[in-house]
């Protein structure tokens, strides 16, 4: 494990890299990689930990900025295989269960808490990463390593026709014992990546090797072992922190870029998340946002102001009260 201090990281000045080992897996040698910004004005005791989805990497330095505003320090956890911590040996994105991901966050939250001395931390995370957050979360119950989960449009469901789903988990087994770079033939929408960088129609700029417009290949071991979390979680965790859901008014499928996609999640249907977001734990709020996009805060304004204004509402009734 890392005590390191980080060093100045790719997104430039008052951003640092602090490099995670891990314990080799199955491919061989695996790190993680936390990006710290430190808050703008006096600490207040509190930080925020990011957890990324699928396809995806830290690099929403207006998140940060959000937070480093109110005295509240931030963390991007690139997991192992993606962004920052992609090595060349390893298959993108790639593992066997959701649980391999909980030694990263184990020690980045541990670096929060001992290293830079925060005693109230939040965990934020993103579609897939709401998934693996949410199941973290579970195990870490009654120990008071959380405060609370701002789960953004997490992956609670595969947005696939009912019988598809049914098959996934008649076939989990199957799926599990494939090669480890057996990919399934599902084809790739460029409709959501197209709507984002904006090299296209959108407004973001971002590494397109580490979040290629057309996604990473789904390998039938990781898709099986998505199908166990979701299921998991659909027969109900017991998160003892305070939860806030964040999801789209209205998802839509497109394979293609369209204007309405920057208007709606066409990665995942919202009316999945809000429907198995109350089997997170026991006090969990869930809020549907107008004009929101997969990602919330990379939603066109207003949408993206309102994802703000939910989260800065939310934390300011369920946080305790801030160092001095």
């Given amino acids: 494990m890392s005590d390191v201090l980080g060093v100045s990281d790719l997104l430039g000045p008052g951003y640092e890299l602090t490099v995670l080992p891990m314990a080799d897996d199955y491919e061989g040698k695996v790190i993680a990689s936390l990006v710290r910004r430190r808050a703008d004005i006096p600490a207040t005791g509190r930080a925020v930990l990011y957890v990324h989805g699928f396809t995806d990497y830290f690099f929403q330095t207006h998140l940060a900025d959000h937070f480093a505003a109110q005295g509240i320090d931030f963390y991007g956890l690139d997991l192992r295989k993606y962004g920052r911590s992609l090595l060349p040996h390893q298959t993108r994105g790639f593992v066997r269960s959701v649980t391999e991901y909980f030694p990263e966050i184990d020690e980045a939250v541990r670096i929060i808490r001992e290293r830079d001395g925060h005693d109230t931390v939040v965990l934020n995370a993103h579609s897939t990463g709401g998934l693996i957050a949410a199941l973290w979360a579970d195990r870490v119950r009654g120990r008071g ?13 595969l947005n696939v026709p009912a019988g598809l789903r049914l098959a996934a988990d008649l076939l989990h087994g199957p799926l599990s014992r494939l090669p480890a770079r057996a990919v399934l033939p599902l084809g790739l929408s460029t409709a959501y990546g197209t709507s984002l960088h904006r090299e296209h129609h959108g407004e973001w700029d971002f590494d ?13 071991v990781w898709l099986a072992a998505v199908r166990r979390a979701q299921r998991r979680l659909h027969g109900g965790l017991r998160v003892d922190a305070p939860v806030l859901v964040l999801c789209a008014e209205k998802g839509l499928q497109l394979r293609d870029f369209a204007p309405e996609a920057q208007g709606a999640d066409t990665v995942l249907d919202p009316e999945q998340i809000a429907r198995w977001s109350t089997r997170v734990g026991r006090h969990v709020t869930c809020v549907r946002v107008p004009g929101g996009m997969h ?3 990379l939603s066109p304004e207003p949408a ?8 800065d509402r939310w934390l300011a009734c369920h946080l305790p009260p801030a160092a001095g």
């Fill in 145 to 157: 390593l959380v405060q609370g989960l701002v789960l953004n449009s997490p992956f609670f469901d």
């Fill in 208 to 220: 397109l090797e580490w979040k290629p417009v057309g996604g990473f290949p789904v390998h039938a």
């Fill in 295 to 297: 990602d919330l805060v």
């Fill in 304 to 311: 993206r102001k309102q994802v703000f204004a939910e989260m």
